[in-house]
């Protein structure tokens, strides 16, 4: 089967525009996570579901960042007010989430977002 | 404040030869461990995860886990330029509920002379 797919795989916008990232996972995985990734860093989580509902969104950094996955599959991240320092590559990945310590995630391609 | 560390490096070996990548967590009740391997421009890509202590091997990659040490490493035996890139540790924690994100390293810079 297919891969967890990003749409877009590169998006530009100005400053203080909106923008929505779209993360299509693996068929099956019922965990959803967003992360974003800056040169030479660690990728940042940033919001995690379960389901259709957000488990954790204790990495979103402000309230201009909000997502939602509202029949259990597709996910989408939606950024308001952009700022430059939104700037980074945003990852989607999924994992088929049962008991214990396991499902390893599965990353998709990601979004490169840049905000002039 | 839970951490994973990691040498940033460059780590440079010459092909052929065993790569050895270290990563220490602080989270004595951590549970599982996972490498991921990216390249330039690219996600990361699962390489391997390691759940109890010892070693996993799959292919010419090997885990090491020490809980009572507290570190996970990755071998990679007859190491290839194709091998070039970034190394990310990341480790789950043994959380009730459903917290279930990981906590990362920096990653380290893998080199594979010809």
């Known amino acids: 089967g297919a891969g967890v797919s990003q749409t877009p795989s590169n998006k530009v916008t100005e400053k203080g525009k909106y923008v929505e990232l779209r993360c299509d996972p693996i068929s099956g995985h019922t965990a959803l996570y967003w992360y974003r990734q800056s040169l030479g860093q660690g990728p940042e989580f940033l919001i995690y579901?379960?389901?259709?509902?957000?488990?954790?969104d204790s990495g979103l950094p402000n309230d201009r960042f909000f997502a939602v996955r509202p029949e259990g599959s597709v996910s989408t991240l939606k950024i308001q007010r952009t700022e430059r320092g939104d700037s980074a590559v945003y990852l989607c990945?999924?994992?088929?989430?049962?008991?214990?310590?396991?499902?390893?995630?599965?990353f998709g391609n990601g979004t490169r977002l840049t905000v002039t | 404040q839970k951490e994973v560390e990691q040498n940033s490096g460059p780590l440079s070996v010459p092909e052929g030869a065993i790569a050895s990548l270290n990563c220490t967590y602080s989270d004595r009740g951590s549970q599982s461990f996972f490498w991921y391997r990216q390249y330039s421009g690219k996600s990361p890509e699962l390489i391997m995860f390691i759940y109890s202590n010892g070693d996993k091997e799959d292919g010419r990659f090997t885990a090491q886990l020490n809980k009572a040490s507290q570190y996970v490493s990755l071998l990679i035996r007859d190491s290839q330029p194709s091998d070039s890139a970034t190394y990310l540790c990341?480790?789950?924690?043994?959380?009730?509920?459903?917290?279930?994100?990981?906590?990362w390293g920096l990653g380290t810079s893998l080199a594979v002379n010809p």
């Open positions: 579901f379960q389901g259709t509902g957000a488990a954790d």
């Open positions: 990341a480790v789950r924690g043994d959380n009730a509920g459903n917290n279930r994100k990981l906590i």
């Open positions: 990945a999924s994992s088929f989430s049962g008991q214990g310590a396991g499902s390893p995630l599965h």
